[in-house]
């Protein structure tokens, strides 16, 4: 049982890189949960999900956008090529900055999007920098969570929005259900919805909206139950079949956390204006 809140950083971006083939498998390059449109049912659900929270930070050209725990990019990319403004992502790990930057460079937006090796607790970057900073299923595994969503407000300019999207937890979890928390997602407890905001608060911003999403999370379930059914012989190859059943077990009980205890939350914040 791993518990990334007892890690460093650095330790934790090589738990990332290590099981970087698996999460390639299952996610590509875009690691979270899906946002579905019932009106056009061929759109990809997780660029769906970018979509919509871009739709909340109202960006433009000449803009600047911190993605707080980028993974290997694919939101980032999005969100400059649908507004035109600058991104820069951070994670914790090497071969995700590698990979963002591959994907930029193929992009041909190199100069737009950049990816960084950085921690979200001591963020590198000078006072009131960025326009607006969205953290998409990375707060929840930050070992100091308040920390960073403090540094997230230091660094937005006066005015600048902040979205987080993350998991929560929505009912009390029984001794078993942590203990499949901390296997499938490697912590051991989720805030709750109003966890989220209070933090948010507390470090200074003002909450302008929350959005329930647990629907979402529900179906982003039943797609992952396809997936690992899908992909049991590549699991296989690669893992080989110890690691498959283990894995599959684990998913299994993953899933059924997902559908029943666990939720889902966006929540819209603001830096006071001068």
């Known amino acids: 049982m791993t518990d990334k809140h007892a890690m460093t950083p650095d330790e934790v971006g090589e738990y990332y890189d290590d099981r970087s083939w698996l999460y390639e498998m299952f996610m590509g390059h875009n690691l979270h949960i899906g946002f579905w449109d019932d009106d056009d049912p061929d759109a990809d659900p997780k660029d769906r999900l970018t979509d919509v929270l871009l739709g909340e930070l109202d960006l433009g050209a000449g803009d600047r956008l911190l993605d707080v725990g980028c993974g290997p990019g694919r939101p980032a990319i999005r969100a400059a090529q649908r507004t035109g403004a600058e991104v820069v992502g951070i994670t914790v790990s090497s071969e995700q900055v590698e990979t963002g930057n591959r994907l930029a460079a193929e992009a041909e937006l190199a100069g737009r999007v950049r990816f960084e090796h950085a921690d979200a607790m001591r963020l590198p970057y000078p006072d009131a920098s960025f326009d607006a900073a969205w953290a998409v299923e990375s707060i929840m595994y930050l070992s100091d969570r308040p920390a960073a969503v403090r540094e997230i407000r230091r660094v937005l300019r006066p005015g600048g929005v902040f979205v987080l999207s993350d998991y929560t937890e929505r009912t ?103």
């Open 172 to 274: 009390v979890l029984t001794p078993d259900q942590r203990a499949v928390l901390a296997d499938g997602f490697t912590v051991d407890s989720l805030p709750t919805e109003q966890g989220y905001r209070r933090m948010i608060e507390e470090a200074g911003l003002t909450v302008l909206r929350t959005t329930d999403a647990t629907a979402q999370l529900r179906r982003s379930v039943e797609r992952t139950e396809q997936i690992v059914g899908e992909n049991h012989d590549r699991i296989v190859e690669r893992g080989g079949a110890d690691f498959a059943a283990e894995f599959q077990g684990m998913i299994a009980q993953v899933i059924a956390l997902e559908r029943e205890q666990l939720g889902y939350a966006i929540v819209k914040s603001a830096k006071a204006a001068r």
